[in-house]
């Protein structure tokens, strides 16, 4: 049990390493970076000096061998740097992001397990055969169609349609109760 536990660890380490590496690969040889796209502009009035001089500070300018290293132990010791867009730390940016997302995965995974539990309830206690089917066959109707077109279609039908929840304004409850359902939705399906 231990060794095949150790196993998937290694298995799951690996994919990590390889997928961060495609990821980083991936960002440098795409044309521009962030410090391209938020300081270049005209509006800002920056001289190319000054802009030199910021891609030196997040180290943009040293070759992609280092940026790498220098990636790597900084993930690995918790420095995610400082957020171009915000100009604050990332880890204060994930720190203050993390509680509502937990709660939000909470009531998705809740509402999604109560979900599967009165549609397999509700299957198998229905007399009628070509219903039971159609039951039985949500799940892969629910996995299949995309999350954000979900997303949508709950704003549409319960907010502009039936007016139920409301998107203007609404309360600390009645925000969460879309987004809960298009995480709960897909996630009832397996």
Do not use: C, H
Request: a neutral charge.
């Amino acid at each position: 049990m231990a060794r095949y536990l150790l196993g998937r660890v290694g298995q799951a380490l690996a994919v990590l390493a390889l997928t961060f590496t495609a990821a980083f690969l991936l960002l440098q040889v795409l044309p521009g970076d962030a410090i391209m796209i938020k300081f270049m502009s005209p509006d800002m009035g920056l001289s190319a000096d000054q802009i030199a001089e910021i891609r030196a500070s997040y180290g943009a300018d040293r070759p992609l061998w280092e940026r790498y290293f220098t990636t790597v132990g900084n993930f690995l010791t918790g420095n995610f740097g400082i957020s171009i867009q915000a100009g604050v730390p990332v880890s204060q940016q994930l720190a203050t992001n993390l509680p509502p997302t937990l709660l939000l995965a909470s009531l998705a995974f809740a509402a999604a397990l109560l979900l599967t539990i009165i549609l397999a309830a509700v299957s198998n206690m229905v007399g009628m055969e070509w219903l039971r089917a159609a039951l039985q066959s949500l799940p892969s109707l629910f996995i299949s169609v995309p999350v954000f077109w979900l997303g949508i279609m709950l704003i549409q039908i319960f907010s502009f349609q039936l007016g139920l929840v409301s998107v203007i304004s609404p309360g600390p409850v009645e925000k969460l109760v879309l987004p809960v359902l298009t995480l709960a939705i897909p996630i009832s399906a397996p």
